[in-house]
């Protein structure tokens, strides 16, 4: 077994994510003790019972006391809170990152709360299920998923090499990148994606010509893939969307100009433009799989989605 990276954890939140850094950490020897928190008592409960921290923890002041990690594993909403709450614990030294998957409000939210004595690296696990909860979590999540680290500028190089070494002994490969470049990247690759799956959910929810019957019963025509990430926590989703705006405004802009084209094409019936459209989105997703982030077994190949 190799040497911990870090002496202590602290994991402030034990949702999907947090409780699967928790179970990974401890599979991998990354830390030597693992002190977690949750907001509710329930969930705290339940993190005793599953025995995944060494201690649990009533409050997030509590937990980050002489801890050399932190990683806040909360909605990106109420980031900047935990922050303000746990920013006058903090060791000197001690590094603090999250999982969030917009970075700029991450950035702007938490920073100033943050003592200059220690290192700030947000990070982005692009990983997850449509499950959550600490029952959701598993300690392979992280196998062969991208983690975006993206460091204020300014940020301690040491420290950040030494994130990106926890989480590459997690099973990601770490990428870094500015805070402004990952939103408008994950804008494309995931926000959308899921906007784009609610809404096709929900508009099959409000027809009146079709049954829901018919729509559960014929849904692996397409329908049930969107289900699938249409299922995925509210609140985290409510958080991106709002705290991603720009980015994601832009890339519907964008996306709302190619419907239309298709629109377009469907109406005069030309089939030429359909046919070039989709022969180069087939490319995609050939290039998604030589990547290995997918395999082309069907029910998208594998037991556990990564939809974050």
Request: charged share 25%; with cysteine.
């Amino acid at each position: 077994m190799t040497e911990p990276l870090f002496d202590t954890i602290a994991i402030v939140g034990l949702g999907l994510i947090g409780s699967s850094i928790a179970r990974a950490a401890r599979a991998q020897g990354a830390v030597r003790s693992i002190v977690a928190t949750a907001r509710s008592p329930q969930t705290r409960k339940r993190v005793v019972e599953l025995g995944i921290a060494d201690k649990v923890v009533e409050t997030n002041a509590e937990a980050v006391e002489g801890a050399d990690l932190v990683i806040v594993c909360v909605p990106v909403g109420v980031c900047g809170a935990v922050a303000k709450e746990i920013g006058p614990h903090l060791k000197a030294g001690a590094t603090i990152s999250d999982v969030g998957s917009v970075k700029g409000s991450i950035v702007r939210d938490m920073g100033p709360h943050l003592p200059k004595t220690v290192h700030f690296v947000p990070a982005h696990p692009v990983a997850g299920t449509e499950h959550s909860g600490p029952d959701a979590g598993f300690a392979e999540l992280f196998m062969n998923r991208w983690c975006i680290l993206t460091p204020p500028e300014g940020t301690d190089a040491q420290a950040v090499d030494r994130l990106a070494a926890f989480w590459r002994l997690l099973g990601a490969n770490v990428e870094t990148m500015t805070p402004d470049h990952h939103d408008l990247v994950l804008a494309v690759t995931s926000h959308l994606p899921h906007l784009i799956a609610y809404t096709i959910v929900g508009t099959a929810d409000e027809l009146e010509t079709v049954t829901r019957s018919e729509v559960l019963k014929f849904s692996a025509g397409g329908f049930r893939d969107f289900t699938r990430i249409a299922s995925s926590d509210p609140v985290m989703w409510r958080d991106v969307f709002l705290n991603n705006k720009e980015a994601v405004l832009e890339m519907l802009g964008r996306f709302n100009e190619d419907v239309s084209a298709l629109t377009k094409a469907i109406r005069r019936g030309d089939g030429e433009a359909l046919y070039e459209h989709f022969t180069r989105t087939r490319a995609i997703r050939r290039g998604i799989i030589d990547a290995g982030q997918d395999t082309p077994a069907a029910d998208f190949g594998r037991p556990h989605g990564h939809d974050d």
